[in-house]
């Protein structure tokens, strides 16, 4: 007989080094192979204002130095432009990066496995200067 | 018996103010609260163009003005600049800005609640300069 | 009987033409069609890191080339701003550029179709200069 459809949800907490991208691909995909579910719907949720996720490419280091550095530049900490500016100055730019790329994944799960291709990786973007402890929600559904 | 995972889907209608940020969690919030829905997926959908989603710090009010003087700053209403102004100077940059950020959200649901953090808030950023009834559409999948 | 909750999944392949936007709502509503499922969520995941996804407005084509023309300005093709640029000019600023967009977009299924406002259309949107074959995965859950 099919199995029903199932889900599980669990909580991750990533340690950020200050600005800058860390890989989260490898926890994700140790706790999704850990559910059993071949087919379904992967979903990782970001609880912060201040960092964010993006699908960026895992071969060359450079790309995430590019990137960082862009968004460096796109959102300067000048605090001239911010009336918010009592968490310090790269408190509101880290909002606004925040905002540019975005919280939130799914993620189609097939064979097992998040379906992302060859040079895709999941990466937690801490806008901070500081080191901080993020936490991200992981949900799956399917069977 | 364990229940079956089931699912609900209505529309909400969201009036904006002009430019700048409605925050939307409390009607979300509680339209989830009615469906019995303990641990599952919530689903936010904008059906516009002009208008985005997005999460942001729901404290300090001067983040949602230093951030919608920020996407002022960087997609400049020009008309110079754009082909398709015949709907307005501040049509093409609303559709920009919806780009920049996005028109759909996914939340995980935890404990029969949207597991934002506690700084979070799911706002509707309208990005045309005169008030507009917007729709979103909220869909959830749990048990 | 109530039916239980359901799910399909496959990979579509879309040629692009080089940098711009190529509609794909319609192959994903044919798709969508056949599986019968009349309320549920459809996930759309772009396999890629210069190629993005959007969602515009489907009426005045002028939209689309001038949200071209936006992220051509806002992130520049000059290498002198990048270290990754061993696979051309054109490869850093397409990873920057589906940063600042999306590869993702979950949208609710109300009646048997996406649940799009009337002006909405989804777009593959191609960052690299060459045509690419590009994979876009379909999931959709409901019943």
Redesign the interface.
Known sequence: MRQ????A?TTLSIQTHGQGLVEVTEPIARWLGGQGIA???L?V?C???SASL????NA?P??R???E??FQR??AEDPS????T?EGPDD?PA??R???????????V?EGRM???T??GVYLFEHRRRPHGR?I???V???
């Open positions: 029903p459809i199932r889900q949800v087919t379904g719907l979903t949720f609880r912060h204002t993006v699908i960026q490419e060359d450079d790309v130095t590019d990137l550095r862009f796109l959102v432009l911010y009336d918010h009592l509101m909002h606004i925040s905002a540019l790329t975005t919280v939130q994944l799914s993620i189609p097939v379906a992302l291709g040079w895709q936490q929600v992981l949900h559904l399917g069977e």
